[in-house]
């Protein structure tokens, strides 16, 4: 059974910076395209970034040239550096496959205060 474990998450001040991990168990995690959302408080979950299993990524709008998604795929893990960090940014934020394929793991909350 396929489970996300997401980790890293905290509260900044804003300009901080964070690194969320998340750990995969299961299998075949080398060939997922991959993917960050989050879910701030009264709104829905929205893709943050995505890396497909070539290392090519991809971002929204909001958090280009601030966050870098990236994956070891020996260690069936993923990453997401946040630099410059916004109040906006506060959220839960959660990983899966680039079309949210499994359930949901528990998410790791960043609170960013202005």
């Known amino acids: 059974q396929v489970q996300f474990v997401e980790s890293g998450g905290g509260s900044v001040h804003a300009g901080g910076s964070l690194r969320l991990s998340c750990d995969y168990s299961g299998f075949f995690f080398s060939r997922l395209p991959m993917a960050w959302y989050r879910r701030a408080p009264g709104k829905q979950r929205t893709l943050v970034a995505r890396?497909?299993?070539?290392?090519?990524?991809d971002y929204a709008d909001s958090v280009k040239g601030r966050f870098t998604i990236s994956r070891d795929n020996t260690k069936k893990m993923m990453f997401l550096q946040m630099n410059d960090l916004k109040a906006d940014d506060t959220a839960v934020y959660y990983c899966?496959?680039?079309?949210?394929?499994?359930?949901w793991g528990q998410g790791t909350q960043v609170t960013v205060s202005s």
């Open positions: 890396i497909t299993r070539d290392m090519n990524t």
């Open positions: 899966n496959t680039d079309s949210a394929t499994f359930t």
